[in-house]
């Protein structure tokens, strides 16, 4: 199967998609307000008429190339271009104003191409034994285990845990619409065969990461970025990477983190690289030096980050439970090809499947050239394209993208609308996140709980199919751990503050 999905990659149209396809991540990354979920739903429309291997492979290249991209803009305008890079911006821009920027940008590159390959060496060895496992599920494990990925969505990615919730459950109302996947029961459907199916996935998640972020960039579009000038220096490469080099903990340390972090369902590549950078502080002889501008902050957010990339990967391609809003999306693009993440994906494509994985390798090398070739570029680009251009086409993009699925008006419609409640969500404090994955681990979750109900009634013991298996028990008390343990944080603060306080 191995040599099969490398004949399937290695081929001159594959080298060119995947080349194209980490040179548009970068771009986007670099730009303030284009963020690496917004390329690939952009894009996942596009990729419709191509064939899974073509789609694949851009896709994983625009999500490796927009992680590692947001680090320029963060080093050189103290701006994070992805929500990945905000612990960059720590020590990145402080060696910028100290005259360090092409150094700051040589080690987010050497770190991020070090962080990617050791998470695809993580995808590669542990997405066969979890998707081996995944065999033993049946609908009950299905349903604990989604119920378990929301808890974690809601808990992790809002700053509220009832706006969390909240988040997690917008799938409950939008999940009425159309007819019921098991006993084909028709609900809201909103007119003639306009949304028998339910409401289009692709469309949705377009309108709820594309819109806001357009609205924003114009809202921001009076903004002036001081950018730091980039000087390249002869033979800086050759010194970054030695002085990496003898610092192989720091990197592998970060990698770890990042990938973990990533399995875990909504964490995101800013929770990986807060996390790093903080193990980084506590790791160091000289913990001081860190925020005043020294690589190791720079390569420990960059490591983790990318690194996150394939983690977030691991659970999407075994068991169907995104690790982030980016991989959301991708599992949306599996779907569009007809392959069901899980078990069955390394069955009946698996071909496919590996092509696709070992295609990150070859993309996170591919970050090395073209980030130090054309890290001037990027700096000239991140303040040359003007909004007024940009927000129009990208505006453009997400309309053609939309209609370009099924060929339907409505589902631009249903576009605007989820990007006009994914713009109101944002200002009321909701993130998108919860709202996103809650829509796509929702009808994983409904259809586990109607089979699993279904065979209770066979056996004569409903309750019974969801408290007496093995698997499901761990898995609840695993739900119940993750639906708990922000409470009990925040009792331990609460505590904590008043003995200090006595």
Known sequence: MVTEALGLLFTPLNMLIITMGVAA?????ALP???????????????????????????????????????????LINTPGTPSAIATTFDGYAMARKGESYGAIITATIA????????????????????????????????????????????????????????GAFRLPVGVIGIAPIEGAVGYALGP??????????????????????????ANKDTH??????????????????RLIKKPFLLLRSSVIGTIVGIIPGAGGNIAGMVSYNEAVRASKFPERF??????????????????????????????????????????????????????????????????IFSLVLANILILPLGLLGGKAMSKLITGIPVTILAPFVFLLTCIGSFAINNNMFDVYVMLVFGVIGFVARKAGF????????????????????????????????LGIFFTRPISLILIVFTLISAFWPLLARLRRVRGFRRRSS
């Open 25 to 29: 991540g970068i771009v986007v990354g």
């Open 33 to 75: 307000g284009l963020t690496a979920t917004m390329a690939i739903a952009l894009l996942v429309p596009f990729t419709f008429g191509m064939n899974a291997v073509h789609s694949l492979v851009l896709l994983g290249g625009i999500y490796c190339g927009a992680i590692y991209g947001g680090s320029f803009s963060a080093i």
């Open 112 to 167: 991020s191409v070090v962080g990617g390959l050791i998470g695809v060496v993580f995808l590669i060895f542990l997405s066969p034994a979890l998707s081996k496992a995944a065999l033993k599920f049946g609908p009950p494990e299905f349903f604990w285990l989604t119920v378990f990925g929301l808890t974690i969505i809601a808990t992790l990615a809002s700053k509220s845990i009832v706006k969390g919730l909240i988040g």
């Open 193 to 218: 065969g306009n949304v028998q199916g339910g409401i289009a996935l692709i469309p949705a998640l377009i309108g709820l990461f594309c819109l806001p972020e357009i609205i924003g960039m114009i």
């Open 225 to 242: 970025y001081n950018v730091i000038p980039y000087k390249k220096e002869r033979k800086l490469v050759r010194r970054i990477f030695f």
């Open 291 to 356: 925020g005043t501008g020294i690589i190791d902050g720079v390569a420990a957010s960059e490591a983790s980050n990318n690194a996150e990339v394939s983690g977030s990967l691991i659970p999407m391609l075994t068991l169907g439970i995104p690790g982030a809003p980016p991989a959301a999306v991708l599992m949306g693009a599996l779907l569009l090809q007809g392959m069901r993440p899980g078990p069955e994906l390394f069955a009946f494509h698996g071909e496919i499947t590996y092509s696709f």
């Open 431 to 462: 993130s998108p996140g919860p709202i996103v994955l809650g829509l796509i681990l929702g009808s994983i979750c409904e259809q586990g709980l109607v089979q699993s109900i279904l065979m209770g009634r066979a056996k004569g013991a409903v």
